[in-house]
Every structure is written in C-alpha cells, then in structure tokens.
C-alpha cells in the first residue's frame, strides 16, 4: 500500500459526508421531476459547481494530466482566445438559454417538441448508444488509477483477468449506482457540490506545495531543453507535437459553439436550474469555475511531472516511475505517468487528500452519466414508443432499473475493452457518434425557424456514419491517420452542411418559435421576470438583459473584463512574435512564471467564493425540495406529437 492510515481516513471522511448527503437526498426526492432534475431549483453557484464536478471526473483528471504533459503551456496560449468563446457563449445564453425555455426535461424531448417523435426516438438511442461507448473506458481508467496509486495488492487472476481490477473496477460502478438508487438526481447533485468545494481547496494547496517543493527555476531548465518542434512553452514551436499540437485546439474552439449542450452525459446541470437565467449566470460563472481546476492545476501539475522527467535532480524517482511502467501497454504508460509522479511528490495527508478527491471525482462523474444513459432510455426512447405516461411509481422503477441496466453494460464492457487512443482523442470520437450530427439539430431546430425535420434526420445520420466509420477504423487499421479529434471535426462540419442543404430542399411553413420557447402570450410564470422574453438582436446580445440585477451585472463586467485581458495577451503576444521579434525561451518562461501566480491567486479568491455562493444555493435548495408543491404530471411525456409546419 502507498497509502498510511491517516491517508486512508481523510478518504473515509469525505466519503462519509458524500454518503450523509445522499441519505439527505432520500427525504426530499418526492416525484420523476425531483428524480430526473431536483425538481428544478438549483441556484447559480451550486448549477455551475455541478457541471463543473460532473465533467470533472477521474477520467477527465487522468486525461487532462495525459494531454498537457505532451503538450505543456502551450495548450492555456491557445485556450486563450477560446475564453472569447465561453464568455459569448455564457453572456448570450447560447442555447441554453433557449433550451431551458422549452421546459423539456432532456434533449429528445426537445426534438419531439421541434420535429417529430419518431426522431425523438431515433436520437434517443443514438444518444444511448454512444453514451455507453463512449463511458466504456471510465471504470477502467479510474480503476487503473487506484489500484496503482494507492498501491492496491493483487489477490488473485479470474482466466487472463486480474480480480484486484474486476473488484476496483465494480466499485467504481456500485458504489455510484447506490447514491442514484437512493436520491435519484438530488443525490447527484449533492455529492457533486461536496466534491466541488474539495476539489478546489486541494487542488490549489497542492500546486503551491509544489511549485515549493520542485521550484520555477528547475521547471525551466526541463521544459527549455525540449527538441525543436515540440516546444512546451512557446506555441508557435510545437507543430510536431503528437495529437495535442494547434490544430487539436482550434477543433476544439469550433466544437464549444457547436456542440453547446449536445453532449448528454452532464446535461441535466441545465434543466435542474430554477429559471432560464439561473441557467444561464451559472454559465456565466462556469468561466470562473474553471480557474482552479483547468487553468491552475491540471496545466501546472503535468508540467512538474515533466520536469521530474526530464530533469537529472529527480533520475532517481524517474527511473523508478518508468521501471514500474516498462510492462505496461502504452496506453496506460501514457494515463499513469503524472498520477505517479504524485505518488512520489506528495506528502502523507495530501496523498489522501488527492485520492479521495479522485475517489469523488470518480464517484459523481460515474452517477452523473449513468444516470443520463438511463433515463435517457426511458424518458426519450421506451416513453414515446409505449405513447402513454407511466404513473409516477412505475415510473421511478424503470428509470431505475434502466440506469441499473446501464451500471452492468459499462462494468463488463470496461472490462473487456482495450484503450488504444489517449483519453480525450477516445472521449471525443466516440462522443462524436450522437453530437456529430445533434449539434446541427439542435441549434438548427432552436435559432432557425426554416429547419426541418427531414434535416435533421438527416445531419443526425450524417454525423454518427461518419464517427462510427472512424472509430472502426482507427481500431482495426494499424497506422489510420486520422485521430479522434479530427473525425469529431469531420463529422461536425459535414452533419452541419447536410442540415442547412435539406432543409432549403424540403422546406415547410416557418415553425412557432414563440410557442415552442414559452415566450409572448405562451410565457409561463415565474420562468422569466417582465420582459425577459423579449428577442434580442444584432450587438445588444452581448449585453446584460433585464433580468440581470446589479451583482449580476458585476460579474458579467468581471467575467468579460478577465477574458479581455487574456485576448489582448493572446493577440498583442501573436503579432509581436510574427511582425516585430520572437520571444526567447527565457522570456516565455518569465511570462509562463507571471501566469501561474495570477491563476494560483485567483484560484484562492474563486475558491472562497464559490464555497459561499454554493453553501447559500445549497440550503436554499432544501428548503424549495422541502416545501414545493409537486406537478406530477412534469415527466417529460409529451401529451401530442408536435407536427412540423
């Protein structure tokens, strides 16, 4: 074991108080809409902490680790003018705006409402389908790093496969499936924020302990020496780094706009808020969430672990690292190389700090899309196949057992399963199967009142046609040139082009977007303050709306004010290195050295008040589970198929 025993309490601890939380949960969850959506009351700061928790998995640390160790710095200088694209996408309500006004409790029940039901049904299983593939590899790679992090024993082989690996692994599939079980999406929810708050505490204690233990000045020298071409702090020299170069971001520029909440698995972060614009500040304040998480640690954290690499002050803790990985396969090399580095770096306390945060982590990401998968089944598949309501009780059973039916697949199927992409690469084309094509229905289908439903048909076959041949042959081809980032790409660009050309060639009388978006005489009451369902055109949509009070409005103006900053870097720094003169090596690291300590800072003041801002959201909530009064009848069944006109 690497673990001592007050490692293992700290654990215990956290995972005692995620437990507390959940029983909590059972004596609020009172109907399918508390199940599916915590009866729709969360607050801004508890939303956006939930989505940020729920993407934020032991896969997603694991991958992020992955990615920026080959790619270093370099990712944060292209991230930069993407930030241009989250602020626009958080201050206009991109999508998720119009989505929470359509009041639909997921996404197929969305396209029941805009196309037909029979694509609901299409799109529900395609949503199902690609959800299980893509969560294959969750258990796996959360199991691995356990086992090897806390230096779990082997105890035996079941034929060719280890036990300790089938037993963590089923751990990392029971344990979430109880907390669902028992609170249904309330507990989700719960144990999210709990992580949430860890999360960002630890996270910003262990990169300064760190930065201290390893130093600025031994981090340059490692990350300076790296060959021409794949430089890890100057952008515009990394054009032969291996997947994670240029193009990979700005693929992944392009999917923010394009797949804004497409992806199915943390989605019901939106529906679950209390109003359209709740839903829409927590996006706004998803730009600051990120901070401790993706800006500060999982940027900084794989470049120490280069450092340790690649520097001959730590040879020895190298050596050893790469001795215990030697029989791995590359895959897993790849995945556990920075979690060791941890293991070696890390103090007693801190290592149990970071274990159960990833034991957290892996617990709320695994409940949060096991339970989309299979309530997705239900809600969008079984649900407008049979055309009739389920009572309440009967209700809650399916979607409990279909979520129970999704925990056995993922379990066996991760398994069995053999990695050969990165994390992320994997994640994206295998995800690419429903959001390749759903993105184009989906903004087609809110925004665009000539879309149709033989269009999106169409862009939704058009997209999984082209993941799914690129999944099959990365797998079976040795040297297949295309990676997973560039087929999510392909399938995005073609699914969109197929949408708009059908459309203009089956066109239909314009579609009710007032009707489908409750606005006008079809507003429903307390959705919206006075004359918030006002259309919004031209630069006006980048302003605040008159739902915004005047706290709002601060962090708007700080929100905005904080990108700009980093945009007017990005472009001042872009063109001084092409028009006047390149950076040197030192001056970038000097710039790098600058940008750590202005994220650590900012990371402390988020964290604190995140905390705050949730705690309130928190005890608010309990209180709405405590006192509402249920509408039975909001189940997501749509009474009438909407018929396109």
């Keep these: 074991m690497n673990l001592t025993w007050f490692d293992w309490s700290i654990i215990i601890a956290l995972f005692i108080l995620m437990l507390g939380m959940v029983f909590l949960s059972k004596t609020l969850m009172k109907s399918v809409s508390d199940f599916l959506a915590t009866g729709r009351t969360g607050g801004r700061y508890i939303i956006s902490m939930f989505h940020g928790t729920a993407a934020l998995g032991a896969i997603t640390v694991v991958g992020a680790l992955e990615q920026n160790f080959n790619a270093g710095f370099n990712s944060r200088w292209w991230e930069m003018p993407t930030a241009v694209i989250l602020v626009t996408i958080s201050v206009t309500g991109w999508v998720v705006y119009r989505f929470r006004q359509t009041r639909a409790l997921t996404m197929a029940q969305f396209f029941e409402m805009r196309y037909s039901r029979s694509f609901r049904i299409f799109a529900g299983i395609l949503a199902f389908l690609s959800g299980i593939v893509n969560m294959i590899i969750f258990p796996a790679v959360s199991a691995k790093f356990f086992i090897y992090f806390c230096g779990i024993p082997e105890i035996g082989h079941l034929g060719s496969y280890s036990v300790t690996y089938i037993l963590t692994t089923a751990v990392m599939v029971l344990v979430p499936l109880y907390f669902i079980f028992t609170g249904g999406h309330i507990a989700v929810m719960f144990t999210d ?353 008159k739902e915004f009070t005047r706290g709002d409005k601060a962090i708007y103006w700080a929100t905005t004010g904080w990108t700009a900053g ?27 050295q600058v940008y750590t300590y202005l994220f650590l800072g900012a990371s402390i003041i988020v964290t604190v008040w995140f905390t705050i801002g949730g705690l309130k959201n928190l005890f608010e909530m309990i209180h709405a589970l405590r006192h509402n009064i249920r509408d039975h009848k909001d189940d997501g069944f749509v009474e009438h198929e909407e018929k396109q006109v």
């Design 193 to 545: 924020f709990i992580q949430g708050v860890f999360v960002n505490i630890v996270f910003v204690i262990i990169v300064i302990l760190l930065l201290y233990k390893v130093g600025w000045t031994d981090i340059g020298e490692a990350v300076k020496a790296a060959p021409a071409g794949k430089s890890l702090i100057n952008p515009f020299d990394a054009s032969e780094v291996q997947d994670f170069n240029p193009w990979f971001f700005f693929i992944g520029m392009f999917g923010l706009i394009y797949t804004k909440l497409s992806w199915q698995g943390n989605s019901s972060f939106n529906i679950a808020a209390k109003s359209a614009h709740e839903a829409k500040m927590a996006d706004v304040l998803t730009n600051w969430r990120l901070v401790p998480q993706w800006g500060l640690f999982l940027m900084i954290v794989p470049i120490i672990a280069y450092t340790v690499f690649h520097h001959e002050n730590y040879k020895a803790i190298a050596d050893s690292i790469n001795a215990m990985l030697s029989g791995f396969a590359p895959a897993d090399q790849s995945q556990l190389r920075v979690p060791m580095v941890l293991n070696y770096l890390l103090p007693v306390g801190l290592k149990g700090a970071f274990a159960a945060i990833m034991l957290a982590a892996a617990i709320t990401c695994h409940n949060t899309y096991m339970h989309s998968w299979g309530s997705i089944f239900i809600q969008d598949v079984v649900m407008p196949i049979r055309k009739k309501a389920f009572e309440p009780k009967e209700h809650l059973k399916y979607l409990k057992l279909s979520i129970l039916g999704v925990g056995i697949t993922i379990f066996i199927l991760s398994i069995v399963f053999q990695q050969t992409e990165k994390v992320f690469l994997f994640l994206n084309i295998s995800g690419a199967i429903f959001v390749g094509g759903s993105g184009a229905a989906i903004i087609g289908g809110l925004y665009w009142k000539k879309g149709t439903t033989p269009a999106a048909w169409a862009a939704m076959i058009t997209g999984a046609i082209t993941a799914g041949l690129n999944i099959l042959l990365k797998q079976y081809i040795p040297g297949y040139p295309i990676n997973g980032q560039w087929g999510w790409f392909m399938a995005m660009v073609l699914a969109s082009v197929v949408y708009f050309v059908v459309s203009l060639l089956t066109p239909r009388k314009a579609f009710d977007l007032d009707k489908l978006l409750h606005r006008g005489i079809y507003a429903v009451k307390g959705d919206s303050v006075s004359g918030s369902d006002e259309v919004v055109k031209g630069w006006k949509v980048l302003a605040p709306t």
């Design 566 to 592: 980093w945009v007017i870097v990005f472009v001042i720094g872009t063109l001084f290195y092409f028009f006047v003169k390149p950076f040197t090596n030192d001056q970038w690291m000097t710039f790098w």
